[in-house]
T-cell receptor
């Protein structure tokens, strides 16, 4: 069964720590994305990658970093520079060039700073 | 600058009646508009989309209308069912901008039995 897997589902971070959220897809999609959702708000784009070894900043990239070494994987690191990291993080993928059906999303990671 | 807006944060409707969700946008260069449905603690799932060259798209109980002159789109759900209770996000994309999706803030729909 094809899909996107995000792990862990819940993650707790201490102040000053870096944490990495995993995102893996077996849909053979070229493009992958990271979004953040805060309570009562929409999804905001953090980073996106349209091809292996290439990625671009989204609207709220400060305090985050990504890598795209494999087509299947797009991990997100939340660094200590991110001042308000507590949020629900969503990874998505899409085939390049086809916007009729949009993205396939993972089930999300809830990150809490303790 | 919020390019996609959903001005109604919530909507309550009786089962069997019509649900109408609204969305406004500011960027006339968007190529596609999409609606996603989201349950708590889950990722959004694609519902229906419409190309900017069309004004209506229908899929079963779901119909999306696009009014380009007003920069407005709406999602109609007929008839509404209790399982439709969720948060609905409007989104828009531009091929020239890498097909990134820009989302509205969402509308929470409650369908009462």
């Amino acid at each position: 069964d094809g899909g996107i897997t995000q792990s862990p589902k819940y993650l707790f971070r201490k102040e000053g720590q870096n944490v990495t959220l995993s995102c893996e897809q077996n849909l053979n999609h070229d493009a992958m994305y990271w979004y953040r959702q805060d309570p009562g708000q929409g999804l905001r784009l953090i980073y996106y990658s349209q091809i292996v070894n290439d990625f671009q900043k989204g609207d709220i990239a400060e305090g985050y970093s990504v890598s795209r070494e494999k087509k299947e994987s797009f991990p997100l690191t939340v660094t200590s520079a991110q001042k308000n990291p507590t949020a629900f993080y969503l990874c998505a993928s899409s085939p390049s060039g086809d916007m009729g059906y949009g993205y396939t999303f993972g089930s999300g990671t809830r990150l809490t700073v303790v | 600058d919020q390019q996609v807006k959903q001005n109604s944060p919530s909507l309550s409707v009786q089962e069997g009646r019509i649900s109408i969700l609204n969305c406004d946008y500011t960027n006339s260069m968007f190529d596609y508009f999409l609606w996603y449905k989201k349950y708590p603690a889950e990722g959004p799932t694609f519902l229906i989309s419409i190309s900017s060259i069309k004004d209506k798209n229908e899929d079963g109980r779901f119909t999306v209308f696009l009014n380009k002159s007003a920069k407005h789109l709406s999602l109609h759900i007929v008839p509404s069912q209790p399982g439709d209770s969720a948060v609905y996000f409007c989104a828009a994309s531009r091929k020239a901008a890498g097909n990134k999706l820009t989302f509205g803030g969402g509308t929470r729909v409650l369908v009462k039995p």
